[in-house]
């Protein structure tokens, strides 16, 4: 699905005033748009309905002819925590589809692809696994110097199932990855960038968000269709192999949630002990 596709008509985002107890915020500034997170009450952790709505927000910028780059960032005090576990159990156990329809764009880049146009994504606070996984589908990435990540769904009887199984080993090399992944350890942002998984460190979060603004800035001032083809070239070099890993992991993930491991991993967190695992 691409800004190129004839079939799919252009639409055009509009600024609407957005509420406190809107999930998502959309504001278009000029050639650029701010789309926020706004669960800050439960950490900005992703239900099915936010990220429902941030697929169809990427949808109406990659089909905004006038809409040169975007900025996802997180209100409050975290970007996110990830998955709100609550929110998707029923959801992942009936096997029912996350995402259908026409005019959606997996923020996570495996149903539909990547966007064809820049993303930049400012973290700050908690950027915790599939929190880490949305930033980490980004072109560009900006951390405050707070940051804490982390991809510790192993320690807790899960797995990321958000692609950074591909993305963070691509990204911060095998033995990097997988030193975070397996032992569930966190990291901070100087890590991170010593890795290579971020670009630039800010000293607060205010400051990261207005670095990633004026990069969104400068990216839309260039030229948008050598923006996409930049984009498209670079795509095709690395797509290839990791298509069919990110299309399994949906079947991996629904698995593992029907687990005794699984369910063991999740009354452990909520009673605040250390999980029992038994391998089944």
């Not at 560009?140 to 110097?145: E, H, K, T």
């Not at 707070?146 to 692609?163: K, L, V, W």
């Amino acid at each position: 699905m691409s800004a190129s596709d004839n079939s799919t008509p252009a639409v055009t985002m509009v600024d609407v005033p957005w509420r406190e107890d809107e999930k998502l915020t959309v504001e278009r500034r000029d050639k650029i748009v701010l789309i926020g997170i706004n669960r800050p009450y439960i950490q900005n952790r992703i239900d099915p309905e936010t990220f429902r709505k941030l697929a169809k927000a990427y949808y109406d910028y990659e089909h905004d002819p006038s809409l040169r780059a975007a900025v996802l960032f997180g209100h409050g005090p975290n970007f996110s925590r990830g998955v709100d576990v609550d929110g998707f159990r029923e959801l992942v156990i009936s096997g029912a589809p996350l995402l259908e329809g026409t005019q959606i764009m997996d923020p996570l880049a495996k149903q539909t692809g990547a966007l064809s146009k820049p993303l930049v994504v400012v973290v700050h606070g908690d950027t915790w696994n599939m929190g880490h996984e949305l930033h980490l589908v980004a072109d560009i990435r900006i951390a405050s110097a707070e940051t804490d990540f982390g991809q510790d769904e192993n320690s807790h009887g899960r797995f990321p199932g958000g692609g950074a199984t591909v993305r963070f080993v691509r990204e911060a090399g095998w033995g990097n990855a997988m030193r975070y992944m397996l032992t569930g350890d966190h990291w901070t942002a100087e890590d991170a960038y010593r890795m290579g998984v971020i670009q630039q460190v800010a000293a607060t979060p205010a400051a990261a968000l207005e670095a990633g603004i004026q990069i969104a800035e400068k990216i839309a001032a260039c030229g948008p269709l050598s923006s996409r083809f930049t984009l498209q070239s670079a795509h095709t070099a690395i797509d290839g192999l990791e298509r069919q890993a990110l299309a399994d992991l949906e079947a991996q993930y629904s698995a593992l949630y029907k687990t005794e491991d699984f369910i063991e991993g999740y009354k452990a967190y909520a009673e605040g002990r250390k999980p029992v695992f038994k391998g089944q």
